[in-house]
C-alpha cells in the first residue's frame, strides 16, 4: 500500500503545525521561494512549462502556459488569484491543504508573481471554509512577517501582497467568470466575457486563476526542476494528485498518488475497498459534475490522456464510492438536485434545464415515465451541455448520461408498463 | 480594417476583425435568431438561441459572443444547432404564460417569433410555471413576471442607460427573477415611468398600461366631444407599426386615421410646443434678467420630471415653471377650448398620443387639472397603442389619404416639430430667443451642435453680444452627470434641455419597438426633414399663437398663462 | 455591529460588499439581513438597492429572513448521502422538533442544508458556525446540541 503514497505537496501533513512558520522554514520552506528570486522571471516559466503541469482543478491546462499568456498579455495591473472554492462534493483537498499546510499556497503564489510579474494576488475561499479562511489568514501575516510576502520581498526590492476573499455559499463561484464577478462584488452569475481570463480577467485585466493544488505544486517544481518534477507521473500527466476518497470505503481520506494509480487501486489498496464485504455499484469520480462508472470499468487510471480516451474526467481528484444498497436514480436525483440548488440561473438550458431534468428523473423514480420521456431526456441533457453558458450547466447532465450508458436497465426497467407494452 | 475570412454554411465571407459570427452571418443573408442579443447594449449570451457549430468547438458557441477568427469554420443549421434551439425555446416556453393570441404583445414578441419559424408546435416539458401577481401598480408601465424570460435588456437599459437600476436578477436558479428589490411593486420604487424597459423588452414581460378600452367608450359616448392631440414624434414613427421604412413621416395619414376611429376633433401637440417655446423662452429671459435660478433645466420630458423629483429635489429650482406641450393642450382644451365651442368642460374628453409611457404618469399628477377635480388629459396612449387602436378598427393606414388637423390648434411650426429630437427643444428656443432679444433674423435656423446622439451637448450663442451656453442632455445617465454639475457649481450654463429617452422623444417608451440607435438616428433624421418642410420654422411666428394671445392669453408669463401653463414640481425623494 | 461598522472595517469598495454583509449578518441575533439593512448597506456603499438584494438573494450563507442563533447546515450531497445523511437529517428534525428549513421555537436553531462542507471522509458531515462535525452518530448529535444548548445560558 505505502509504496503508491507519493508525498510532495502533502510531505508537511501532520508533520508541522499549520499555525507555525518556523516549522515551515524548518523543513524547506520557502527555499523555492529564495531560489526564484534569483531566477530571471522566464527561467521560471520555462521551469514550469518544462515540468509538464496541468492546473489542477479539473481543466488540464498547461500551467507554464498560461502563466506566459498573463506575462505577455497587455494591461496593468494583472492579479493572480488562488481559487480555493471548493465546493465540487467529494472533495476537500483544498481545505486540507491551506488547514495543514497554509505556506505551501503563499509560497506557490509568490514565485508565480516573480515570475509573472504581478504585486497582487488573492486567495478566494469558499464561504463554508471558515477554519480554512482563519488559518490562511494567520499564515499571511506571518509570511508578511519574515519577509515572504508584502513589500520589499527578502530585500530583493519585489513587492506582491495577497488579500483572502471570502465566499458567501454559491458553488458556481469556482468557476473563473463567477469568481471574478464576485470578488467585484456582484451577484456570482456567470457571465461572458470575450477573452479568457488570462487577456481579460479580474477588472479586465489580465489575471492568473489557479487552483490551491497547482500553487502547491508549484515550489516543488522549483525544487526538483521542471524536469525532476517530470519524472513522476506518467506522459501525458506529471506529478502527484491528491485524491479525495470518500463513499462507502473502509479508510476514507486525502491520499497523494503518483499520476498513473488506477482508481481501483486507490479503492481497495490505500482506502481497503468497501466495508462488510459489500460490492460496488458504481464509483462517481471528480465530484458531482463527474461520471459514473460501474466497476468493470475501475482499472482506468488517473492519467489526463487515459481518462479522455475513455470518455471520463477526473475533475479535481475525487473518488465517490457508492456500494451495492446504493439506488442509482436516487443518487442521480441528488446530483441534479445540486445543480439546481447552485445554477446562478443566467442561462437558460441550466436554469430551465434543470427543472426539467429533475422532473423526467422524477418520473423514473415513480414509474410514470415513458420512452418519450427518455429521449426527451437525452434531447435536454445535449443541449445543456452543448449550449449552456458555463461548466456548470454544461457538465450538470454528465452523471445522468454516463448513468445511461452504463446503468440503462436503471432506467428502462422503471420505464411505465404500460407504455413500454405498447412499444 | 483588419478583413477576417471565414465561411459560414460553406459559404466565403470576409468581415472586419471583432466582428460577431451574428452579423457576419447578416451579411451572407443568414439571420440567426436571438433573444437576449441588443445592438445597443452589452453582450449578455445568456438566451442561448444563437447557438451555431464552430468546427474544432467542443460546445456550441453563442453567436453573439464570438468573434470570427481568419479561417473559421460556422454552421448555423446543422441538427444539433436546430436541436439545441429548438430546447432552448421549449424551456422557455415552459415557464411562460402561453396565453399568446390574448397576449398585448401578440404578433410582437421575439419569443413567438422564434418558435414559430423553429417550428416549434408545442413544448416538450412539464409547464412549470408559478403564476405571479401581475404589477399594475404605476400609471404607465405593467409588469409580468409570468412572460419573463430573464434575458436582462431591461436591467440593462435602466442600469446603463438610465443610470437608475430599479430591476435586477434577483435570487438565483430557476427561482431568479428580474424586479425590484425586495419585489416592491413599481409605484413604490423610484421608477420614472420612461418605459425604456418596455422597449427592449422582447415578450410582454414589461409593456406600457393600455387605456384604449376608455378611449373607445368615450369615442362611442355621444355626449362626449372627443378631442385627440399628438405630439411631434408620432408622426416619424408611426408608419414602423404598418410595415413602413423607419423615418417615414406620416402626419397626413395619422391625422387621417384618428379621424376614421371616430375623435371629433384633430389637434397637435405642436401647437403647444410652440406655446412651450414662448411661454418658456420668455421665462428664461426673465430668469437672465432678473436674476433667476439659472441654468432653467426644461420641463417637457415627464420621465425627467420623475427623475428630477425623487433623485435630485435639491436643484427643482432650476426647472421651468412651464407645464409640458402635452399639459398646456390638456389644460387649453378644457379651460378655454370648451367655452370657445360652448361645451361643458366635464363633457369634452381629452386624449394625447404620445411616443411616452411617463406621460400616463403626468397626466394622472394632480396639478394637472384646471378645475382642480378632473384631469386636463384624460387618456394617454402611446403610439404602440394607437397602432393597435387601428388595428382594432381594421384600418389600413397605408391606404388612407392625408389630411389636415382641424383649427384651432392644428397649425404649428418647424420649431414645434423637433421638440421630439434630442435638441429640438434648444434650437427651437433658440430661434425664438434669438430674435426677440436682438430683433434681429436669424440667418441660419439650424444649430447644428445640439443636433444628434451625443450623449451630452453643448453651444453658444451670442445674442448681440452677450455669449450665452447651452446645453442638452438625453438619457437620464447624461441627465445626472448634468445635475452633479450643477450641484458642483460648475455648470456655466443659461439654459439646459433635458430629455429622459435616449434620442429625445423619438426614442421614447412608448414607440414602437425596436428602439436601437439605428432606428433612432432615422427617426431623428425624419424630424428635421419635417421641419424643413414647414412653411413657418419659429415658435413665435405661428399666427395662431399669436392669436391665442390676442384672443385669450393676454401676454406670455401672464396671468391667466400663470394658471393654465404654469405648475410646480416637488420633492418624492424616496 | 452597525451596517456601518461592517463597512468601516471592510470598506466601502464592491469589493467588500459581500463580506461586509456576511459578517454583519453574523453579528445579528437572528443571523439575517433586514430590508433595512440591505438599504443601508446601499446608501452606505453607493451601490442601487436592486444590485445589494439581488448579492444578497444569491448567496445562500446570506438569508433575508430570520433564523436561530445557530445555524445547523447539514451536509446533503453524495459521499454524505450515501453515508446515511437521511437518518442525521431525520434525527436533527426529532431532536430539535424543527423541520429543515425551520427554526426551533426557543430560536437557538436553524436546521439547513448545505452544500458540501468538505469533510467527506467524515461523513456524514454538519457545520454550526465555525464549527465543522464529522462521522456523526445520534450520540454525537445528542452531545453537540446540549453543548450548544448549555453555551446559550453562558
Known sequence: MSELIYRLLTKNFNQIDPGSIDDYVTRGGYLSLKKALKMKDMEIIDEIKASGLKGRGGAAFPTGLKMEAVKMAEGSPKYIICNADEGEPGNFKDRYLMENDPHQVIEGMVICAIATGIRFGYIFIRGEYVKSQKIMETALEQARGKGFLGENILNTGFNFDIDIYTGAGSYVCGEEFALLVTIEGKSGRATYKPPFPTTMGLYDKPTQINNVETFCTIPHIIELGGTGFGKIGTASSKGTKLVCLSGNVKRPGLYEVPFGTTVRQVIYDLGGGVPNNRTIKMVQLGGASGPILPDEMLDVAIDFDEMRKNDLTFGSGAIIVMDERIDVLDILKRIVQFFHHESCGKCTPCREGLTQLLILIDRFIEGTASMQDLSLMNILMDTMTNSSICGLGQAAPTAVRKALEYFPEEFTSRISNHVAAAM | MNMVNLTINNRAVSVPEGTSILHAAKETGITIPNLCYHPDQEVKANCRVCVVEVEGAKTLQAACATSVKEGMVVRTNTKKVRDSRKVVIELLLANHDMNCPSCSKNNHCGLQEIAANLGVRESRFQNVLEEQEIDTSSPSIVRNQNKCIKCGRCIQMCNQVQGLAILDYIGRSDSAQVKPAFGWYLADVACVACGQCSVVCPVAAITEKEDIEQVWEAINNPNKTVVVQTAPAVRVSLGEEFGMEPGEIVTGKLVASLRTLGFDKIFDTDFTADLTIIEEGHELLQRIQEGGTLPMLTSCSPGWINFIEQYYPELLAHVSSCKSPQQMFGALAKGYYAQKIGVDPQDIFSVSIMPCTAKKFEADRDEMSVDGENPDVDVVLTTRELAKMLRQAGVDFNKLEEEEYDAPFGLSTGAAVIFGATGGVMEAALRTVYEVVTGKTLESLDFKAVRGLEGIKEAEVDLDGTIVKVAVAHSLSNARKVMELIKSGKAEYAFIEIMCCPGGCIGGGGQPFGGTDELRLKRIEATYRADTELPIRKSHENPAIKKLYEEFLGEPLGEISHHLLHTHYHSRKH | ?154
Open chain 3, 1 to 154: 455591529m452597525q451596517v456601518k461598522d461592517a463597512l468601516d472595517k471592510y470598506g466601502r469598495s464592491p469589493d467588500k460588499l459581500i463580506g461586509a454583509m456576511l459578517a454583519y449578518q453574523n453579528s445579528t441575533p437572528c443571523n439575517y439581513l433586514t430590508e433595512d439593512d440591505i438599504r443601508e448597506f446601499a446608501k452606505e456603499t453607493g451601490l442601487p438597492e436592486s444590485r445589494v438584494h439581488s448579492v444578497a438573494s444569491f448567496y445562500s450563507l446570506l438569508s433575508t429572513k430570520p433564523r436561530g442563533k445557530y445555524i445547523v447546515q447539514v451536509c446533503y450531497d453524495v459521499p454524505c448521502y450515501v453515508n446515511d445523511s437521511l437518518n442525521l437529517v431525520k434525527e436533527l428534525e426529532r431532536m430539535l422538533k424543527a423541520k429543515m428549513g425551520e427554526t426551533t421555537e426557543d430560536g437557538l436553531f436553524t436546521l439547513e442544508y448545505s452544500s458540501c462542507l468538505g469533510c467527506c471522509d467524515k461523513a456524514p458531515a454538519m457545520q454550526i458556525g465555525e464549527n465543522l462535525y464529522g462521522s456523526l452518530t445520534k450520540e454525537k448529535l445528542s452531545d453537540i446540541l446540549t453543548e450548544y444548548r448549555r453555551k446559550r445560558h453562558e
